[in-house]
């Protein structure tokens, strides 16, 4: 049987798979080649384990006498004095402690130039627990101890802690 005129079929074949097998061939090498010659894979970094050092526990304090520190402001004492000085603008202020354990409401009284007083409900059951009243001379506060609006107990600001009359 005769192609094209001309050319026998298994002629056909006999290039055509020649030329088949070359390109094969070329293709492996080139893949031979650039498998020889190909990048370096990159790296994945291996995370260490960072072990801290062990702390050496703090030298005891020396032997000695024991002084308690000196006692500090409350919370409530730096609202308080938060509005020592202030002019309110108005008579009173209700609850300016908002969100607190504690309710505080801040007056001033007509004819003083600024905050004169305070009353003070530490727990928030309606019954005020402590009266501050600032003064030129001093700042007092009375505290009823029983948590029912009687005052029993007086204390003074000596610019540093409460002192008991």
Not at 28 to 43: C, D, I, M, Y
Request: net charge neutral; charged share 25%.
């Amino acid at each position: 049987m005769r192609l094209a005129g001309q050319m026998r079929l298994t002629t056909f074949l006999g290039v055509a798979g020649t030329g088949l097998l070359v390109a094969a061939i070329a293709g492996f090498g080139a893949l031979g080649w650039w498998w020889v010659h190909r990048p370096a894979p990159a790296e994945i970094p291996v995370p260490v384990p960072v072990v801290a050092a062990p702390v050496a526990a703090p030298p005891p304090p020396p032997p000695g006498p024991v002084t308690p520190p000196p006692p500090s402001r409350r919370e409530v004492d730096d609202v308080l004095f938060s509005y020592l000085g202030k002019n309110l603008g108005t008579d009173k202020l209700k609850d300016v402690t908002k969100g607190k354990p504690f309710k505080i409401n801040v007056y001033q009284d007509s004819g003083k130039p600024a905050v004169n007083r305070a009353k003070v409900d530490l727990d928030r059951d309606d019954r005020w627990d402590e009266k501050i009243t600032f003064d030129a001379e001093r700042i007092t506060r009375q505290v009823a101890s029983a948590d029912d609006e009687w005052y029993d107990l007086t204390y003074h600001w000596d610019g540093a802690i409460w002192v008991r009359e």
